[in-house]
């Protein structure tokens, strides 16, 4: 496993890792992290991308004194060829920011094997489940549904799978009797908040071999 994965050099508070973190909706994720790399870290925020003009992770960015840049879907272009022409745009702005480490965080769109190739083993992922338990955008109703007592949260770098890819750290989290979709939604977050800061440091700083 991990095979063919190019990790990210190893950072130091003088020249940390340059990150760029992909939103797609609110970003308490995204805001966590921003948060926590507010003292000085082994990666450091240089670019934060939306894929919609009003996703709230932007102002997130923007508080933080962060770049921000949205880059939506080309409507102009072919359906066909849509998916691939964003890919593109978005990867153009990535070179263009110097970005060492591409991290998802709350970005939903699925990645196509010409992006995930390109930046393969300097993608990283946080999931609402235990994978390969639950994959997809519905963690916490497929959790419920199938009536599992502990659920969690996973971080992982990102092959061509969707959410597949080698496993860096899980959390376990404990599904209550009376919780809801939102409830264990917001349960599981508060874990991430601090599983995925942890997670990035341990990478970019050269702790993390697969
Ligand atoms: C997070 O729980 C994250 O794990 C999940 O979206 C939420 C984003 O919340 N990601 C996925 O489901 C990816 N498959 P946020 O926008 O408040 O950070």
Excluded at 37 to 44: K, L
Excluded at 86 to 101: G, N
Excluded at 117 to 122: A, C, N, Q, V
Aim: with cysteine.
């Amino acid at each position: 496993m991990g095979e063919g994965f190019a990790l990210p050099r190893a950072g130091t508070t003088d020249d940390p890792v340059r990150l760029a973190l992909l939103v797609s909706g609110g970003g308490s994720g995204l805001a966590a992290l921003l948060r926590y790399q507010q003292t000085p870290r082994c990666h450091a925020t240089v670019l934060v991308v939306a894929d919609s003009t009003d996703a709230g992770g932007l102002e997130h960015g923007r508080d933080a004194g962060v770049r921000t840049v949205d880059v939506p879907l080309p409507m102009d272009i072919d359906k066909s060829e849509r998916r691939l022409a964003h890919e593109r745009l978005l990867h153009a702005e990535l070179v263009a920011a110097d970005v060492e480490l591409v991290v998802l965080s709350g970005y939903m769109r699925i990645l196509t094997p010409w992006f995930v190739s390109r930046w393969e083993g300097r993608l990283v992922n946080i999931h609402p489940s235990l994978l390969p338990d639950f994959p997809g955008a519905h963690a916490h109703r497929d959790a419920l549904a199938a009536g599992v007592s502990v659920t969690g949260c996973t971080v992982h770098l990102v092959d061509e799978t969707i959410d597949s890819g080698p496993i860096l750290a899980q959390r376990r989290v404990e599904v209550l009797p009376d919780d809801d979709e939102e409830a264990l939604q917001e349960r599981v977050k508060r874990v991430e908040h601090v599983l995925y800061p942890e997670v990035l440091d341990r990478l970019c700083s050269g702790q993390v071999s697969l």
